[in-house]
Nanobody
Framework: QLQLVESGGGVVGAGGSLRLSCAASGDSLSFYGVAWFRQAPGKEREGIICISGSGYHHDYLDSMKDRLTISRSNAAKMVTLQMNNLEPDDTAVYYC????????????????????WGRGTQVTVSS
């Protein structure tokens, strides 16, 4: 099982950018699909995007998909999420999660269990 630590959150003005990182330890990252989720106060957690070991990704959140770039380095055990043109509605705690195998599709991810989770990093976008 992987241990995950997110970093890169912070406070940014509307239209700004942030790069989130998810550092993994404990196992080879190559075998895992890694996803990003977010949860805003008073709202349900929502999936954003997932990248498989091969680098193929699934977008889960329409409101962000054109503003994101996801990448991974299996050697460095790192997944990076570049977020551009941020909006105040993007304010949330962002989490990375991992599970052995391929990423679930957009149709399946809500019922999919990711076994490893980080503790999250706060992203605040001011208007």
């Amino acid at each position: 099982q992987l241990q995950l630590v997110e970093s890169g959150g912070g406070v940014v003005g509307a239209g700004g950018s942030l790069r989130l990182s998810c550092a993994a330890s404990g196992d080879s990252l190559s075998f895992y699909g890694v996803a990003w989720f977010r949860q805003a106060p008073g709202k349900e957690r929502e999936g954003i995007i997932c990248i498989s070991g091969s680098g193929y990704h699934h977008d889960y959140l329409d409101s962000m998909k054109d503003r994101l770039t996801i990448s991974r380095s299996n050697a460095a055990k790192m997944v990076t999420l570049q977020m551009n043109n941020l909006e105040p509605d993007d304010t949330a705690v962002y989490y990375c999660a991992a599970e052995l195998g391929l990423c679930p599709t957009r149709a399946d991810y809500r019922g999919y269990r990711f076994s490893s989770w980080g503790r999250g990093t706060q992203v605040t976008v001011s208007s």
